[in-house]
C-alpha cells in the first residue's frame, strides 16, 4: 500500500476496543484507503488511526510523523504520475 519506506516497522496492532480483530498498521492504512469514497476522507481515517495508535503508545510521536510524511509524499508522487500519464504539466 504505502509507495515509499517510513521506517516504521509494520508491527501488529494488539487487539482493543478501537481495533478488535487485531492486525498490522499498513492492513489499517489499506482498510482506510478501501473504505473512503474520496482522497479526503481517506486522509482523515488514516489521521484518526494514527492518532488512536499513538494514543495506545503503539507507535511513538516520531514514528507517527514518519507514517504521515511518507504517505504525503507518495499522494504527491501519485499526482504528478497521473497528471504525466494524462498529458498535463510536469515538475520536469
Known amino acids: 500500500m504505502l509507495a515509499c519506506d517510513s521506517g516504521v516497522p509494520n508491527l501488529p496492532i494488539p487487539p482493543s476496543a478501537a481495533f478488535p480483530d487485531g492486525c498490522t498498521i499498513e492492513d489499517q492504512i489499506v482498510a482506510c484507503a478501501e473504505a473512503s469514497s474520496s482522497p479526503g476522507?481517506?486522509?482523515?481515517?488514516?489521521?484518526?488511526?494514527?492518532?488512536?495508535?499513538?494514543?495506545?503508545?503503539?507507535?511513538?510521536?516520531?514514528?507517527?510523523?514518519?507514517?504521515?510524511t511518507c504517505l504525503k509524499?507518495?499522494?504527491?508522487?501519485?499526482v504528478a504520475a497521473h497528471t504525466r500519464a494524462a498529458g498535463g504539466a510536469t515538475d520536469h
Do not use: G, P
Open 41 to 68: 476522507q481517506r486522509d482523515k481515517c488514516v489521521k484518526a488511526l494514527l492518532n488512536e495508535l499513538r494514543k495506545q503508545q503503539v507507535i511513538t510521536e516520531r514514528q507517527r510523523k514518519a507514517v504521515d
Open 73 to 78: 509524499k507518495s499522494k504527491k508522487r501519485h
